[in-house]
């Protein structure tokens, strides 16, 4: 069979209002169905006619998923909240600005009106073997040729690997990771909250899925706790150019402080591995420790502790760490 | 008095229809009955089609027919492209076309066609072809010549070289001296020697190559997206090698370019082929994906450069050699790359090898600025690195070596009709305030550190010898009809600008033809080599003097007196110090009912022969002004840009920020201000993504390429450049030509590209990187003394 690409093929389309109408949709249609939220993920994959589903459903006129509620405990983010609004919404940016920041190193202005929170963390990677239809492990083969001796593997993972070395393309997952965000999963039975850092997957737990999210799962919202509100926080994001383009290394990092010294921290990186890693070690070792480019520079190193390169991505181990570095730096 | 037309700001004729979306493109275009077709792409980089089996396909809804290579015309017994082939050389490159009532039927079809394909050994680099014992792009060998092909290989020796990071010096297809290098080596100061890597990168323009077509009455109607229109209609007639005249091409727009779509481009045969097949209209519409491969790159550069200085900053020789990656059908980027450094640098002893290796990557051709664009932006970090061993300001040295107008350059000793390089260079450095920049140069602030760099960048500007035709028609305006394409570049509008100053018209009375040859071509310059706005403000000119003469005749004939007596303006034809006067419009009636000459029942014995077609077409409408650029002029017309940027590199991430660009050109008489800056600053950010961003990546084992997406092959955005980038012109007028305005299209490229790859040279204290793009990785790895993953590979693109 030969192979075409840039041309969706015809499939039905749904456009439910209800998340109830939703989840009977996906039970309806199982592994046939497809949830849609901004697209830019998705129409990637049927243009490529890669992903092939027989039935899209589109969650844009669900208006209970949209929108962002001061709650009880911080802010409640529908899923198909945009990442445009999440970037402008006033509270989000006096006491969560470390999520505006990540929002709005997505790609452009254009894709931020139409990409939305939830899609841009359960989005899937970018490896380009995966992404030209390969059948790579995580496309049901039996080898990654990503880790192949002679691959073109310069964006790939350097932890976290296991036999598939894609790197998770999200800007915002190592936020939501930093802020301690809880996801909330509803099935068509039953409705899971899941700890941001739980929510991403490595390969070792599946290799063909990013998040815990399962056919006939919804991830609904995303709440922000207030925990770490008006915390110190640094992101920062190293791309080849300045817009529509996915992390090299990025670093989200949420720190509580007295003067100079760190109380408390949480500290993610992307672009290093299958998933937003959140690095323990290096919170362990700045809790309490008053900061200077000394403890910075123990920060990263530790934190790349433990990772192994490929043949053309050694340069991501100074990159992590001068990030890792920087984001401790800032708090002096 | 009429309007200053030339060296003002007028806002394109096309502009409205442009932003308010009314402008049709190739695709835009429907006809009765019109279907679809889709191309079958070779997954593999070579291979030989053993069979097709097509019985599925053909059976399926909507599906009316398929079209194969050998219905298409072969180019057979040397390398040479065909529409559809049974021997795919590249991965990517069309088998065979589907046609179906719509686009997804075609589309399904295409999964449908079983294609038995024999994998065949392919090369993506150069340098493994040249290994012994290394592939070869062709099952023939990897030379052509004297009409078959050879091997062509480097021995051991050579390559022990590499395994040192170093260009062998093996074997050259091309060689040429001038002076003694030898004993200018010796003689030298300070003598430097790099091996430099420049990547190959995709043209990428915005608009695909998508096609429309069909036949009518033995004609062959054409909607197309190319740079050129008159010579465009020309190439698809000797493609299906039918009269000309029965090619009606239109092409109003173009989404750009860049050089992949200068006389049309290959695959404009299928729709044209299909059509008469069928007999029905065919759309092609040319994906992303597809033009990606089909759409043509820019060849790479693998080289190995020796500089000698003198203690003073004069270049005193170079040694170049290049290795060219260019795809299966070649491309001559590699020798021009040779020629403009002899005339950047001038250095009076030279010595240039190079070769061009057939791969197996989708297909080369120009790229803006091709060849010079790459030259410098892989020699001018040299020249950093060479003023700052010799205690010397760039600048100082650039000035030094910079030509004058009695340069003579290249294997042929090449002269040029003007050059202000020298002038481009101090004016740029006055408005970027160079010498106060000198102060910036190595300054750090936390972990970012301050680089400034000069790009000086020629190319080609002009050539002469095209006709002019228009017509004052009795509405009393003028029309002038353009046989260029409409690139985007506005030089389709502003070449008309002559002749309405030389007719003392107002532009409003003034109306320009174009993008339909059913309405009259006259012979003009491909919309390529930057030549247009040199070669048709002459044609142009021509012919405005041609309707200018014949209007005061009319007059006189009409009115009494000899023709000096009478002058004009504002449309209108007077005897000077008043009396008797007449109207363009009266002028144009009476024109007509005179015949002859003046209504373009006769005219000049030397023009082209394919202008008459169109002369012929238009005889009888009004006053007709027809001429050949018979202006003459010796040597060869390029014109200079100079650029100046200053960046921060960031030592703890590899991402350099660029903050402030200058550019100046020397292009001559100035036809339309904002349009040249335009022009300017939009290829020098082209550059700028050459140096710094775009490119392309292949799997080694696999022979494919990826990064076949606009996001990841990454061309720059504006969030990649200064916000406010400054762009003025010398303003010399060349003194070859009568109106003074030479190209501007491509120098651009090379000075953006060239003054950011020195700036970042001078942040890393003169250490030269020699390898583009220099992308974050790249830098950091070269920071933190890791080993680079690629010595002199292409393969990172």
Not at chain 2, 116 to 143: H, I, K, M, Q, W
Request: aromatic content about 8%; proline content about 5%; hydrophobic content about 40%.
């Amino acid at each position: 069979m030969a192979i075409i690409r840039d041309m969706i093929p015809a499939f039905e389309l749904f456009q439910p209002t209800t998340v109830e109408d939703a989840l009977a949709l996906m039970a309806e249609h199982g592994e046939g169905g497809w949830v849609l939220a901004g697209g830019l993920d998705s129409y990637d994959w049927f243009k490529d006619r890669i992903k092939r589903p027989e039935a899209v459903i589109d969650l844009g006129g669900i208006d209970e998923l949209k929108g962002i509620i001061d709650g009880q405990d911080g802010l409640e983010i529908g899923a198909m909240t945009t990442l445009t609004e999440i970037v402008r919404h006033e509270r989000v940016r006096s006491e969560y600005i470390l999520l505006a920041d990540a929002a709005e190193h997505v790609a452009t202005p254009q894709i931020r009106n139409q990409g939305t929170l939830g899609g841009n963390i359960s989005q899937d990677t970018r490896c380009w073997y995966y992404r030209s239809g390969w059948a790579c492990y995580r496309a049901g083969g039996n080898t990654c040729y990503a880790a192949a001796p002679q691959a073109m593997n310069r964006e790939h993972a350097i932890t976290g690997t296991s036999r598939c070395v894609a790197v998770n393309p999200s800007d915002t997952a190592p936020a939501l990771v930093a802020l301690d965000a809880k996801m909330t999963v509803r099935g068509r039975r039953s409705s899971n909250v899941y700890d941001a850092e739980d929510f991403f997957i490595g390969p070792a737990t599946d290799i063909t899925r990013m998040t815990v999210l399962e056919p006939g799962d919804l991830l609904t919202q995303i709440d922000i706790p207030s925990e770490w509100a008006n915390a110190h926080f640094y992101y920062e994001k190293v791309r080849d150019r300045g817009s529509w383009d996915f992390q090299l290394v990025s670093v989200a990092a949420a720190f509580k402080t007295s003067g100079n010294t760190i109380d408390d921290a949480r500290i993610a990186v992307n672009g290093v591995a299958p998933f937003p890693v959140r690095l323990d070690a290096v919170e362990r070792l700045v809790k309490g420790a008053a900061v200077d480019e000394a403890l910075a520079i123990e920060a990263g190193e530790i934190a790349i502790q433990g990772s192994r390169p490929l043949k053309h991505n050694e340069y991501k181990q100074p990159m992590m760490s001068n990030l890792v570095r920087r984001a401790v730096r800032s708090v002096a | 008095m009429a309007e200053k037309i030339i060296g003002t700001d007028i806002a394109p004729q096309d502009l409205v229809a442009k932003i308010t979306g009314r402008a049709k493109y190739a695709e835009d275009f429907r006809a009765d009955g019109m279907v679809f077709a889709k191309l079958l792409l070779s997954p593999m980089p070579h291979a030989r089609v053993r069979g097709v089996d097509t019985t599925k396909a053909l059976a399926m809804p909507g599906v009316i027919d398929i079209l194969r290579a050998d219905e298409v015309r072969q180019i057979e017994g040397r390398p040479g492209e065909a529409s559809l082939t049974d021997e795919p050389l590249y991965e990517g490159q069309p088998i065979l076309a589907v046609a179906a009532e719509t686009e997804e039927q075609a589309a399904a079809a295409i999964e449908e066609i079983e294609v038995d394909f024999e994998p065949l050994p392919f090369v993506l680099d150069p340098l493994d072809s040249l290994r012994p014992n290394g592939p070869n792009a062709y099952t023939g060998g990897n030379r052509f010549g004297g009409g078959e092909f050879s091997e062509l290989k480097w021995t051991d020796a050579d390559f022990e070289e590499i395994e040192a990071g170093r260009m062998p010096n093996g074997e050259a297809a091309v060689e040429w001296t001038k002076g003694d290098i030898d004993t200018a080596f010796s003689e030298s100061d300070l003598v430097l020697e790099e091996s430099i890597v420049h990547q190959s990168l995709t043209h990428h323009p915005m608009e695909t190559r998508s096609a429309m077509m069909y036949w009518e009455n033995g004609k062959l109607h054409a909607f197309v997206s190319t740079q050129s229109a008159q010579r465009t209609k020309y190439a698809i007639a000797g493609t299906l090698n039918i009269d000309p005249e029965d090619v009606i091409l239109v092409a109003e727009y173009c989404g750009g370019g860049f050089g992949s779509k200068i006389s049309g481009n290959t695959h404009m045969e299928v729709p044209a082929v299909f059509s008469r097949k069928i007999g029905r209209p065919v759309m092609l519409r040319i994906t992303r994906y597809e033009e990606n491969y089909i759409g043509r790159a820019r060849p790479g550069f693998q080289s190995w450069l020796k500089m000698g200085f003198l203690d003073d900053g004069t270049c005193n020789a170079i040694d170049l050699y290049i290795v060219q990656e260019s795809g299966p059908f070649g491309a001559g980027d590699f020798n021009t790359a040779g020629m403009i450094a002899d005339l950047v640098y001038t250095p009076q002893n030279m010595r240039f090898r190079g070769i061009a290796m057939y791969t197996n990557t989708p297909p080369k051709a120009a790229q803006r600025g091709p060849g010079g664009a790459q030259i410098v932006i892989m020699m001018e970090p040299i020249l950093e690195k060479a003023a700052r061993q010799l205690g010397l300001d760039r600048l100082e040295v650039h000035l030094k070596n910079a030509p004058d107008a009695d340069v003579g350059f290249g294997p042929r000793n090449s002269t040029l009709t003007s050059v202000y390089a020298k002038e481009a260079l101090e004016k740029g450095a006055e408005i970027f305030d160079w010498a106060g920049k000198q102060e910036l140069s190595g300054r750090r602030e936390g972990s970012k550190v301050t680089g400034i760099g000069i790009g000086l960048s020629p190319y080609t500007a002009g050539s002469r010898g095209y006709d002019g035709l228009m017509v004052i028609h009795p509405d009393g305006k003028l029309y002038v009809h353009q046989g260029l394409g409409n690139l985007g570049t506005h030089s389709i509008m502003d070449t008309a600008r002559p002749a309405a100053e030389i007719l003392n018209l107002n532009w409003d009375q003034v109306e320009l033809v174009w993008g339909d040859s059913s309405r009259g071509m006259p012979r003009s310059s491909v919309q390529a080599g930057s030549q247009t706005t040199h070669a048709h403000s002459r044609a142009n000119h021509a012919a405005g003097m041609d309707a200018r003469a014949k209007v005061l005749e009319v007059a006189a004939q009409t009115l009494g007196g000899s023709p000096s007596n009478y002058d004009m303006d504002n449309g209108r034809v007077f005897r000077r110090g008043g009396g008797a006067s007449m109207t363009f419009a009266q002028v144009a009636e009476r024109a007509i009912e005179l015949g002859g000459r003046y209504d373009g029942h006769e005219l000049p014995d030397n023009i082209h022969a394919t202008t008459v077609p169109a002369a012929n077409m238009l005889a009888g409408q009004g006053l007709m002004g027809v001429a050949r650029d018979n202006y003459g002029g010796s040597g060869g017309v390029y014109s200079w840009v100079a650029g100046f940027a200053l960046v921060e590199l960031d030592e703890e991430t590899g991402v350099v920020d660029i903050k402030e660009y200058v550019a100046v050109t020397d292009c001559g008489t100035v036809l339309h201000p904002r349009s040249l800056g335009a022009q300017v600053l939009g290829g020098s950010i082209q550059g700028m993504g050459q140096a710094m961003t775009q490119r392309w990546v292949f799997d080694p084992k696999w022979g494919v390429p990826f990064a076949n997406r606009l996001y990841t092959a990454r061309p720059p955005g504006i969030l990649d450049v200064p916000l406010d980038m400054k762009a003025d012109a010398v303003g010399i007028p060349d003194p070859q030509t009568p109106v003074g305005a030479k190209g501007i299209g491509e120098p651009p490229v090379g000075a953006g590209g060239a003054a950011v790859t020195s700036a970042v040279a001078d942040a890393m204290g003169g250490h030269c990187l020699c390898r583009t793009p220099l992308t974050p990785d790249i830098i950091l790895a070269e920071l933190e003394g890791l080993s680079q993953p690629f010595t002199l590979e292409q393969h990172i693109g």
